[in-house]
Nanobody, 115 residues
Framework: QVQLVESGGGLVQAGGSLRLSCAASRSLFSIDAMRWYRQAPGSQRELVASITSGGRINYVDFVKGRFTISRDISKNTVYLQMNSLKPEDTAVYYC?????????WGQGTQVTVSS
């Protein structure tokens, strides 16, 4: 079992940057995968980026080159650096942890990008 606490959302103008943080209550090495998802109003939740316990990283196409997922093992924290933000990036961003077959979601953090 793990608890996730997200932070870092907010309001930013198009072209700006934000960094989201997701602090886990246990070692990242004990978590099979950490992911960032997002959900825009009226839309389904969608995967943004993921990082495994071994450090393998994947991004969905629409954020490649703009978003970077990283982690600080000493702080049990995963980050999502978001650059060149667009209004269509506006959504609630959720942190997600997978341990074996058990999934845990963070509370979500709102990101709003104004045009």
């Amino acid at each position: 079992q793990v608890q996730l606490v997200e932070s870092g959302g907010g309001l930013v103008q198009a072209g700006g940057s934000l960094r989201l943080s997701c602090a886990a209550s246990r070692s990242l090495f004990s978590i099979d995968a950490m992911r960032w998802y997002r959900q825009a109003p009226g839309s389904q939740r969608e995967l943004v980026a993921s990082i495994t316990s071994g450090g393998r990283i994947n991004y969905v196409d629409f954020v490649k080159g703009r978003f970077t997922i990283s982690r600080d093992i000493s702080k049990n924290t995963v980050y999502l650096q978001m650059n060149s933000l667009k209004p269509e990036d506006t959504a609630v961003y959720y942190c997600y942890a997978l341990i074996s077959s058990t999934t845990t979601w963070g509370q979500g953090t709102q990101v709003t990008v104004s045009s």
